[in-house]
C-alpha cells in the first residue's frame, strides 16, 4: 500500500529532526570533552572584574572565576572564588573549593588537598600561582607591585574572627569599591619584613579600601584566586 505524501513528509521531518539533535548532543558533548582535556584547577584572575573588591558577593566572584576559566579552555568545572564573607550566615573560603588536588595552566600540583593547601607544603608561589593564561603575576621588587590577593581570609582559611571584630575584613562581603577594608594575602610570598603573615599567600594584611586606587596603593591589583571544585561529568 503506498504512503500518502503527507505521511512521507512527516517522517522525513522526524529523520531530519533527529539528525539535527544528534548534531547538538555531539556538538556538547564536544564541548565538554574540549573544556575538559585542560587539566588547570587552580589560577590567580589575570585582572580585575572591574569594580575593585566589589564582585557582587561570593556569587558574582565565583561567576567571573568560571567566565576567565571557560575563556581559557578550562570550562565545565565548578569553579570558585577563594574568599570568606563574615557576619550572618559567614562562609569560610577553605570550605568552598573542594578537596584537591589542584594543579596551576602548566600542570604543577600546587596541592594535594585542603589541609595540604593551608600548610607549609603547598607550592604556592609567584612562580606558580599563574594566571588563568599561564602568565605569571608581577610582586614586590617588579615595576608594579600587585602581589596583594584578596581573601577576607586568616592562615587557616578561615573568617578572621578577631580582625573582623575590629573592622572590615571583605569589603562588604564583596559587594564594595569604595570604603572599607579587606583581608589579602602575597602571592610571592614576600613582604616588608620577614615575618610570617607577610609571607603568607592568603593572609598578610588588610587594604586601604576597597576602590581599586586604594587596592593598588597597597600592592595588589584586586585580584583573587580561583579553585576547581570538581569536574562536571561529560554529556
Same mark, same amino acid.
Given at each position: 500500500?503506498?504512503k500518502?505524501?503527507?505521511?512521507?513528509?512527516?517522517?522525513?521531518?522526524?529523520?531530519?529532526?533527529?539528525?539535527?539533535?544528534?548534531?547538538?548532543?555531539?556538538?556538547?558533548?564536544? =564541548?565538554?570533552?574540549?573544556?575538559?582535556k585542560?587539566?588547570?584547577s +587552580?589560577?590567580?584572575?589575570?585582572?580585575?572584574?572591574?569594580?575593585?573588591?566589589?564582585?557582587g558577593?561570593?556569587?558574582?566572584?565565583?561567576?567571573?572565576?568560571? #567566565?576567565?576559566?571557560?575563556?581559557?579552555?578550562?570550562?565545565? #568545572?565548578?569553579?570558585?572564588?577563594?574568599?570568606?564573607?563574615?557576619?550572618?550566615?559567614?562562609?569560610?573560603?577553605?570550605?568552598?573549593?573542594?578537596?584537591?588536588?589542584?594543579?596551576?595552566?602548566?600542570?604543577?600540583?600546587?596541592?594535594?588537598?585542603?589541609?595540604?593547601?593551608?600548610?607549609?607544603n603547598?607550592?604556592?608561589?609567584?612562580?606558580?600561582?599563574?594566571?588563568?593564561?599561564?602568565?605569571?603575576?608581577?610582586?614586590?621588587?617588579?615595576?608594579?607591585?600587585?602581589?596583594?590577593?584578596?581573601?577576607? =581570609?586568616?592562615?587557616?582559611?578561615?573568617?578572621?574572627?578577631?580582625?573582623?571584630? #575590629?573592622?572590615?575584613?571583605?569589603?562588604?562581603?564583596?559587594?564594595?569599591?569604595?570604603?572599607?577594608?579587606?583581608?589579602v594575602?602575597?602571592?610571592?610570598?614576600?613582604?616588608?619584613?620577614?615575618?610570617?603573615?607577610? #609571607? =603568607?599567600?592568603?593572609? =598578610?594584611?588588610?587594604?586601604?579600601?576597597?576602590?581599586m586606587?586604594?587596592?593598588?596603593?597597597?600592592?595588589?591589583?584586586?585580584?583573587?584566586?580561583? +579553585?576547581?571544585?570538581?569536574?562536571?561529568?561529560?554529556?
Amino acid at each position: 500500500m503506498k504512503k500518502s505524501l503527507a505521511t512521507l513528509t512527516k517522517i522525513a521531518c522526524l529523520a531530519s529532526a533527529v539528525v539535527l539533535l544528534g548534531a547538538c548532543a555531539q556538538k556538547t558533548m564536544t =564541548s565538554s570533552m574540549t573544556d575538559s582535556k585542560n587539566p588547570m584547577s +587552580f589560577f590567580l584572575t589575570s585582572e580585575n572584574a572591574g569594580k575593585g573588591a566589589d564582585f557582587g558577593g561570593l556569587a558574582g566572584a565565583d561567576a567571573y572565576c568560571n #567566565k576567565l576559566a571557560t575563556a581559557a579552555g578550562a570550562g565545565g #568545572k565548578n569553579w570558585k572564588a577563594y574568599l570568606s564573607t563574615t557576619g550572618a550566615g559567614s562562609v569560610n573560603a577553605r570550605d568552598r573549593i573542594g578537596k584537591g588536588p589542584w594543579v596551576n595552566a602548566k600542570g604543577v600540583v600546587v596541592a594535594t588537598s585542603v589541609d595540604d593547601l593551608h600548610s607549609a607544603n603547598n607550592k604556592l608561589s609567584k612562580a606558580n600561582s599563574l594566571t588563568e593564561k599561564g602568565e605569571v603575576i608581577s610582586g614586590r621588587g617588579d615595576p608594579v607591585n600587585l602581589h596583594d590577593i584578596l581573601t577576607g =581570609s586568616g592562615e587557616d582559611g578561615r573568617v578572621d574572627a578577631a580582625a573582623a571584630a #575590629k573592622g572590615d575584613t571583605t569589603c562588604g562581603n564583596w559587594t564594595l569599591s569604595g570604603a572599607g577594608s579587606a583581608i589579602v594575602g602575597h602571592h610571592d610570598r614576600i613582604g616588608l619584613n620577614d615575618s610570617a603573615p607577610m #609571607k =603568607s599567600w592568603n593572609a =598578610s594584611h588588610g587594604t586601604r579600601g576597597c576602590d581599586m586606587a586604594s587596592l593598588r596603593a597597597t600592592g595588589g591589583g584586586g585580584l583573587m584566586y580561583c +579553585f576547581a571544585a570538581h569536574y562536571a561529568r561529560l554529556i
